[in-house]
């Protein structure tokens, strides 16, 4: 008998057992079932939901294979329509669809072509339908643009969070059989979705929400440019700001514009850096052209650009310094008419201790980067000049610990596209680069118990010659 009952224990203990582990195994399943498959929003999957979504509707659909764009590149793609009585494609990613040449045999006069070009929400595009035969020609829209409209921004569609769709009915389909692609992002990858429809298919927002960034508003009419104002006062005005940043002397002088708001001053100047303030007389008729004067500082004998205004400001300003005294034209353009127009040139003397043995330019670029960055005059001479040419040059500099220094690079001769110069000290690193006009770049830095400075010049330009200065500034 007790044998007969531990045969029973036995078995009622595996029966547990199989049951634990039947109840785990189902647990488990439910488990799966419940959390599913985790959720992908990835660009094939939009992709197919446009397509699925299309196809329960009724239209024909096709997936193109997919593309990828870079940046300045304009690609041209064939659309070609879902045949007519083709099954929808809506699930296979990159699906050729229709590839082969499968017009609208069969299709209905009223139908409408779809096409939707997909992208990653950052990457920002534009789809244009491409050239084809009975469009304006190229010489017409020239007449157009020069008439201030481009035919193109009526057929252009810009993206919106990675998406564009373009909607061709009847035999405008026609006009949609290329559309061409351009990336204004650094690259792109494409998912192309085209249908065909007894009418307009289901809008891409309401398919797609999450790619819906809210209404865009229109640019509006900004209006015409603020007034400048009297001349006297802004003439005024113009001295008192280079009187409170230090200059000794503002000279005015005037002319009078021609017909058609142009001009050219021809000073002579000083050695030393100056400011061309330029300001033209706002005529008190009604009607009149908007007063935005624009201009250049030239040497007269050489021709060498010195400075530039071409802002939408009303009046232009000028910076530049002179090694020598020498004549500089200044042409200007955008006065409302044959009106006054005064030239105030502020001056500031050269600064001490700025060799001249280098030549008249690099002088002058030298004082300019020392205008540029503000920095007092120096008081003493360089403590390192160095000579360089095209590329990236290391001038090694003593310095002493506790002392700051304003080190300058100027151009001498030659053509430059960019000058930097960088100095390293210890673990601290400056630089400062040249402006788009200007020839001289500099940068102040202070030793605290270094003894040396790594100095770097970069030129790039045309057989460009630079010098190097190096000041102690008290």
């Not at 193109?64 to 990613?93: M, N, T, Y």
């Not at 157009?144 to 990675?162: F, I």
């Not at 005037?254 to 050219?264: H, P």
Request: hydrophobic residues 45%.
């Amino acid at each position: 008998m007790a044998a007969a009952r531990g045969l029973v224990e036995r078995g009622r203990r595996a029966a547990s057992r199989t049951a634990r582990g039947a109840a785990l195994t189902l647990l488990t399943a439910l488990a799966g079932l419940s959390a599913g498959a985790p959720a992908r929003a990835d660009l094939s999957d939009d992709a197919a939901r446009v397509a699925r979504m299309w196809s329960l509707s009724g239209a024909r659909v096709a997936r193109l294979p997919p593309i990828f764009i870079e940046h300045g590149r304009v690609r041209v793609v064939a659309i070609d329509p879902p045949p007519a009585g083709a099954a929808a494609v809506a699930g296979a990613s990159g699906a050729a669809g229709a590839s082969s040449a499968a017009g609208p045999a069969g299709a209905k006069a009223e139908e409408c072509l779809t096409v939707v070009f997909l992208a990653p929400r950052t990457v920002e595009f534009t789809l244009e339908p491409d050239s084809l035969a009975g469009e304006p020609s190229a010489l017409e829209g020239l007449v157009h643009r020069l008439r201030g409209r481009d035919p193109d921004d009526d057929r252009r569609v810009h993206s919106v969070a990675g998406a564009a769709a373009i909607i061709r009915c009847g035999a405008a389909r026609e006009g949609l059989r290329r559309v061409a692609v351009e990336v204004l992002s650094p690259r792109g990858a494409f998912d192309v979705v085209v249908a065909a429809s007894s009418g307009p298919p289901e809008r891409l927002e309401s398919i797609l929400p999450e790619r819906v960034s809210g209404p865009i508003a229109p640019r509006g009419d900004p209006g015409r440019p603020a007034e400048p104002g009297p001349l006297d006062a802004r003439v005024a005005r113009a001295a008192r700001r280079a009187r409170a940043e230090g200059a000794p002397r503002v000279v005015p002088i005037d002319m009078r514009a021609s017909s058609v708001g142009t001009g050219q001053f021809s000073v002579k100047l000083s050695e030393g850096c100056h400011r061309l303030d330029l300001m033209a007389e706002v005529p008190g008729a009604a009607v009149r052209r908007a007063t935005d004067l624009d201009a250049e500082a030239r040497e007269a004998g050489t021709g060498r650009l010195l400075d530039r205004d071409r802002s939408d400001a009303p009046d232009a300003r000028l910076d530049f310094c002179l090694g020598e005294p020498g004549v500089v034209e200044v042409p200007f353009l955008g006065a409302a008419g044959p009106v006054k127009v005064m030239l105030s040139d502020a001056q500031w003397p050269m600064p001490p201790h700025v060799p001249g043995y280098f030549g008249a330019r690099a002088r002058g670029n030298l004082a300019f980067a020392l205008q540029r960055r503000r920095a007092p005059a120096p008081r003493a001479q360089a403590i390192a000049e160095a000579v360089g040419a095209q590329g990236d040059t290391l001038v090694p500099v003593e310095v002493e610990p506790g002392r700051c220094y304003f080190a300058a690079a100027a151009l001498v001769r030659g053509e430059m596209r960019a000058l930097r110069i960088s100095v390293e000290l210890g673990d601290r690193a400056a630089r400062d680069d040249a402006g788009e006009r200007s020839e001289g770049a500099g940068v102040a830095f202070c030793s605290e118990i270094e003894e040396s400075a790594a100095v770097r010049v970069s030129a790039r330009g045309g057989s460009p010659v630079w010098v190097l200065s190096v000041w102690p500034m008290d």
